[in-house]
């Protein structure tokens, strides 16, 4: 597509239900990041892909998330028995760089999480 | 000590006037180094990358690189009130796949 497309938008969740936040990149980009922003701060990186390959999960916060681009295209951000801090809008980039050049990402609008 | 530090703001400015929004970054090899600007609820967009010691300039924006005192600047000439925004420092990681690290960023109002 001519975008990063995220989906959905806006998300309100119940405390302890899990949600799913999905990404499809720029097509032909191969690597995927996904960024957790909180009111006020800037992004802060949760997780890269390259193509299928998840080759940096270190900045997810907790073993209650999780993501996935089986196919090295669309990406989904999965979260278990949300919690009220993990309201925050996810944010979602790709770039075509891989390991040389410089790494400019174009970004999705983002999903807003809100847990109750 | 953050790897990537910003005065978070807000910034106000009048316009016309100059803006000056300022990073630090703890990585001293890192080679490339970038702004984004972030409009209130919307994602970040590129706005300027540098790569060299200098300035490098584009339109009314100026960056400005030091890598011996691990600094780099964004100069906003003739500001608008339409460069009213959040600016983001981001700084991709030496080496690997570059995993990109972003400031807090910097809140500019720019006054009417």
């Known amino acids: 597509g001519a975008g990063v497309s995220q989906s959905p938008r806006y998300k309100v969740a119940k405390r302890g239900q899990d949600v799913a936040l999905r990404c499809d990149p720029i097509?032909?980009?191969?690597?995927l990041f996904w960024y957790q922003q909180a009111l006020g701060q800037g992004p802060e990186f949760l997780t890269y892909?390259?193509?299928?390959?998840?080759?940096?999960k270190s900045g997810l916060p907790s073993d209650r998330f999780f993501a996935e681009r089986p196919e090295g295209s669309v990406s989904t951000l999965k979260i278990q028995r949300t919690q009220q801090e993990d309201s925050a809008v996810y944010l979602c980039a790709s770039s075509r760089q891989l390991f040389s050049g410089a790494n400019v990402l174009t970004f999705g609008a983002g999903s807003r999480l809100t847990v109750l | 000590q953050k790897e990537v530090e910003q005065n978070s703001g807000p910034l106000s400015v009048p316009e016309g006037a100059i803006a000056s929004l300022n990073c630090t970054y703890s990585?001293?090899?890192?080679?490339?180094f970038f702004w984004y600007r972030q409009y209130s609820g919307k994602s970040p967009e590129l706005i300027m990358s540098i790569y060299s010691n200098g300035d490098k300039e584009d339109g009314r924006f100026t960056a400005q690189l030091n890598k011996a005192s691990q600094y780099v600047s964004l100069l906003i000439r003739d500001s608008q009130p339409s460069d009213s925004a959040t600016y983001l420092c981001?700084?991709?990681?030496?080496?690997?796949?570059?995993?990109?690290?972003f400031g807090t960023g910097t809140k500019l109002q720019v006054i009417p």
């Open positions: 892909f390259q193509n299928e390959a998840q080759l940096d």
């Open positions: 097509s032909g980009h191969v690597s």
């Open positions: 981001a700084v991709p990681n030496s080496g690997g796949y570059q995993k990109v690290t």
């Open positions: 990585d001293r090899v890192s080679q490339s």
